[in-house]
């Protein structure tokens, strides 16, 4: 039962997918009659092949879409924000080439992986920050830090809100 | 809509600009991973939204289309640049390539 | 008609860019700084394939773009795991 469920739900994400990249392209709504077989047939077999790694580590509650909705806010607000903050700070050491870098651990006590992942990505494309390694085990975070100004942080030093973010969305 | 195209082409090749510089001005891997990364991210970004509002100013199934495949290539964009970048870092750590000047290093005390 | 040919000077001057970040490719003293280099004229590969699409109305060239975003990548965790590893 619950196989199937998996089957059925990678489909239906294959086959959006699919649906949203061959929109306006024929007669029947959006689509014409064989991109909608072709693509029926290709999102099946690739909800086979790949279900069963999709969902194996709690893919479940990602798809709430309380989620979807907060993960869109984060997106356009403090994200988008600390990303012109951060292209205007690498601007400025272009120019002047003043570093001080060192690598730094903290630990945001995140569990899941989504959440790690989120984490780690948003990091990476805000200030001065580069992920390098996030520990399995114990979720230890090592951040190469372009200017370091401490060298044991806390991790609102390093990253601001964004655990806090990272917990409310994938969490 | 025509001004807030230009607008974002550029912004767009402005921070483009200024990743490929980084690429020159920075002394090692992970800083001019710092200033490719970032920099190339935001830049494509908008010039890929400049493409958006001109598909959505332009209309039509053909404008349409151009609006989601570019979106699209933005998604993949912000999804796989910095897990691309995370791993060469780490890659390039373990290959034992030293941060220049460093005043700390954690990952190497921990030794990994 | 002017639109057009913006779309396509934006497309021509980040191609300029390629070739700065080409230069990276060609004397970064090692093999992590190529593999950055390439990471970076990926990304700008992209945005100059969405643009030109858009310029020439060329569908196609777009799809091209989506393929090769997600096909670069791939290829960037390659470069990444040999640089790791060494030729095992």
């Known amino acids: 039962m619950r196989r199937v469920a998996e089957v059925a739900a990678t489909f239906a994400l294959a086959f959006l997918v699919y649906l949203i990249l061959t929109a306006f392209s024929g007669e029947v709504g959006l689509w014409s009659w064989e991109e909608l077989i072709g693509g029926a047939a290709l999102s099946f077999l690739v909800a086979l092949a790949s279900s069963r790694l999709l969902w194996e580590r709690g893919g479940w509650r990602l798809l709430n879409p309380v989620r979807f909705a907060t993960f869109l806010v984060y997106l356009v607000g403090p994200f988008l924000l600390a990303m012109a903050k951060a292209n205007l700070d690498v601007a400025y050491r272009v120019i002047t080439g003043r570093i001080n870098p060192g690598i730094v651990r903290f630990n945001p006590g995140l569990k899941t992986d989504a959440g790690r992942t989120l984490l780690a990505n948003s990091i990476t494309l805000t200030p001065g920050t580069l992920t390098l390694e996030v520990d399995d085990a114990t979720g230890d975070f090592y951040v190469h830090w372009i200017n370091v100004s401490n060298v044991d942080p806390k991790p609102e030093d390093v990253c601001g809100s964004f655990p806090k973010w990272a917990r409310v969305v994938a969490e | ?112 | ?88």
């Open chain 2, 1 to 112: 809509m025509t001004i807030l195209m230009y607008v974002f082409l550029g912004i767009g090749a402005l921070f483009n600009g200024l990743g490929a510089v980084a690429l020159h001005r920075f002394p090692d891997v992970y800083t001019r991973l710092h200033g490719a990364t970032k920099c190339t991210t935001f830049g494509s970004i908008f010039s890929i939204l400049a493409v958006v509002v001109y598909g959505a100013a332009r209309g039509g199934p053909l404008g349409m289309s151009m609006v989601i495949r570019a979106l699209l290539a933005l998604v993949f964009l912000l999804l796989t640049n910095p897990t691309g970048s995370h791993a060469l870092a780490r890659a390039a750590h373990r290959a034992g390539i030293k941060p220049f000047r460093a005043v700390v290093d954690r990952l190497e005390e921990v030794g990994k």
């Open chain 3, 1 to 88: 008609m002017i639109v057009e040919l913006s779309l396509a000077v934006a497309a021509a001057v980040l191609l300029g860019y390629v070739f700065v970040c080409s230069l990276r490719l060609a004397i970064g003293p090692t093999p992590a700084d190529r593999a950055v280099a390439l990471d970076t004229i990926n990304t700008l590969v992209v945005a100059i394939m969405v643009l030109l699409g858009a310029a020439l109305d060329l569908m196609i060239i777009m799809d091209v773009a989506l393929v090769y975003a997600l096909l670069s990548f791939v290829g960037t965790l390659y470069v990444a795991r040999y640089l790791e590893e060494g030729l095992k």
